[in-house]
């Protein structure tokens, strides 16, 4: 890895050893190096995603490596388009970085990139981007998925009496952040948990198993459980209805660590994001497949988009334009 800084060796030079270090892929006709790159599809439809994580607002790099930020700007983008039933096929990542960053900086999060890529969407490859300098760090990525002859699983297609169910995990991103805001030795005493929030794992490949096994509705947990089901509640016009026997597990997992904060676990459960799990639900419990874990029902519609064993339960979760 070089330790000049990017001022010293400019953007092409920069761009050169960056792009080096990323692989391409079977659907890459024209990748890295040209005006534009050319990407081939199975089908005249495709998915577009995009999503921008910037310094101090979304990530802090006394947590977060080069290394981190690059898997993580992959896994928020790809579990977007597995959460329309698509598979992952490309991305475009736009970087910004102050002059002094190492370009060793750069590498470590290209190598970030390409592991996120390896182990969550080996079908895709990064296929092109932008290097600018400025005061801060700024990432931005889209990404582009291949529906591969399949409807698009949208939000708005939930009806009553189906079962809401989730794939992945659910609180543990949110646990590890307020483990490294706690700093002192509870980040380590936990890693499993921070490890969550500065590499989520959303399950991508459950994104084209659940279309494929008729889900009528699916997103994935970023803001919240809760504000995203409300998401799916909104654009379906109906009630979703959380139980809360059905969440313990999740809850479980957490409860050393929330004793060690002194929180509750389910609040993280309920109103934590980043875990970038696949919510989805699907006709009946018969349809769910084996990685998804049923959490609910659709219910008709009243007063609360959102309720748990019955009873409305506050909208809470990130905002991305609040914090």
């Known amino acids: 890895m070089s330790d000049k800084t990017l001022a010293e060796l400019g953007e092409s030079e920069s761009l050169r050893l960056t792009i080096g270090r990323l692989k391409s892929s079977d659907?890459?006709?024209?990748?890295?190096?040209?005006?534009?790159?050319?990407?081939?599809?199975?089908?005249?439809?495709?998915?577009?995603t995009t999503d921008t994580m910037i310094e101090d607002h979304d990530f802090r790099l006394d947590?977060?490596?080069?290394?981190?930020?690059?898997?993580?700007?992959?896994?928020?983008?790809?579990?977007?388009?597995?959460?329309?039933?698509?598979?992952?096929v490309a991305l475009v990542v736009s970087l910004a970085v102050p002059k002094q960053t190492k370009v060793s900086w750069l590498e470590a999060f290209a190598d970030g990139l390409s592991a996120a890529i390896a182990e969550l969407a080996p079908t895709a490859s990064v296929v092109g981007g932008d290097l600018a300098s400025s005061e801060k760090v700024f990432i931005s990525v889209t990404a582009h998925g291949d529906l591969e002859g399949r409807a698009p699983?949208?939000?708005?297609?939930?009806?009553?009496?189906?079962?809401?169910?989730?794939?992945?995990?659910?609180?543990?991103?949110?646990?590890?952040?307020?483990?490294?805001?706690?700093?002192?030795?509870?980040?380590?005493?936990?890693s499993d948990l921070v490890e969550i929030q500065l590499r989520p794992k959303p399950p991508i490949n459950q994104g084209i198993e659940a279309a494929l096994s008729r889900?009528?509705?699916?997103?994935?947990?970023?803001?919240?459980?809760?504000?995203?089901?409300?998401?799916?509640?909104?654009?379906?016009?109906?009630?979703?209805?959380?139980?809360?026997?059905?969440?313990?597990?999740?809850?479980?997992?957490?409860?050393?660590?929330?004793?060690?904060?002194?929180?509750?676990?389910?609040?993280?459960?309920?109103?934590?994001?980043?875990?970038?799990?696949?919510?989805?639900?699907?006709?009946?419990?018969?349809?769910?497949?084996?990685?998804?874990?049923?959490?609910?029902?659709?219910?008709?519609?009243s007063a609360s988009a959102v309720m748990l064993d019955s009873k409305p339960i506050e909208n809470k979760g990130w905002d991305s334009v609040r914090g």
């Open 215 to 301: 889900a009528s509705a699916m997103l994935d947990v970023s803001d919240s459980l809760v504000k995203d089901l409300a998401r799916i509640a909104e654009a379906s016009g109906v009630t979703m209805n959380l139980n809360s026997k059905d969440l313990q597990g999740f809850e479980a997992v957490l409860e050393q660590a929330a004793s060690r904060l002194s929180v509750n676990a389910i609040d993280w459960v309920l109103f934590g994001g980043e875990d970038h799990s696949l919510l989805a639900v699907f006709p009946d419990l018969d349809s769910v497949p084996r990685a998804f874990k049923p959490i609910g029902e659709v219910v008709e519609r």
């Open 63 to 88: 947590w977060s490596s080069g290394f981190d930020l690059g898997y993580k700007a992959v896994a928020t983008n790809v579990s977007d388009v597995a959460a329309m039933g698509a598979k992952p």
């Open 153 to 190: 699983v949208m939000r708005s297609g939930a009806k009553v009496s189906q079962i809401i169910a989730v794939a992945g995990t659910l609180g543990k991103a949110a646990a590890g952040l307020d483990l490294l805001r706690a700093g002192g030795s509870a980040p380590e005493a936990f």
């Open 27 to 48: 659907y890459v006709l024209v990748g890295p190096g040209d005006d534009a790159a050319v990407v081939t599809l199975s089908e005249n439809r495709f998915v577009v």
